[in-house]
């Protein structure tokens, strides 16, 4: 998390309990295995840019 905020990243966390309260249960990824709860899933991360954003050397590499 520390090198997201300090590239200035945009990173989601439910880690603030101010926000969103205490745990109310906590199941680890081996045991959510074990119980069948888990399914095939993938994660898509999506970064738009804008024309202002881009420049040649983005894209081209510098000249």
């Known amino acids: ?3 997201a905020k300090e590239a200035d990243f ?3 966390s ?4 101010e926000v969103f309260g205490p745990v109310f249960l906590r199941l680890g990824f081996a ?9 095939d899933y993938q994660v898509a991360v999506v970064d738009f840019i804008s024309n202002g954003d881009l420049g040649s050397e983005s894209v081209f590499g510098p000249a």
């Not at 439910?14 to 309990?17: K, R």
């Not at 045991?31 to 399914?39: D, N, S, V, Y």
Request: without cysteine.
């Open 31 to 39: 045991e959510a295995i074990e119980r069948e709860l888990l399914t």
């Open 14 to 17: 439910m880690d603030d309990e």
């Open 10 to 12: 945009e990173v989601d």
């Open 1 to 3: 998390m520390r090198q």
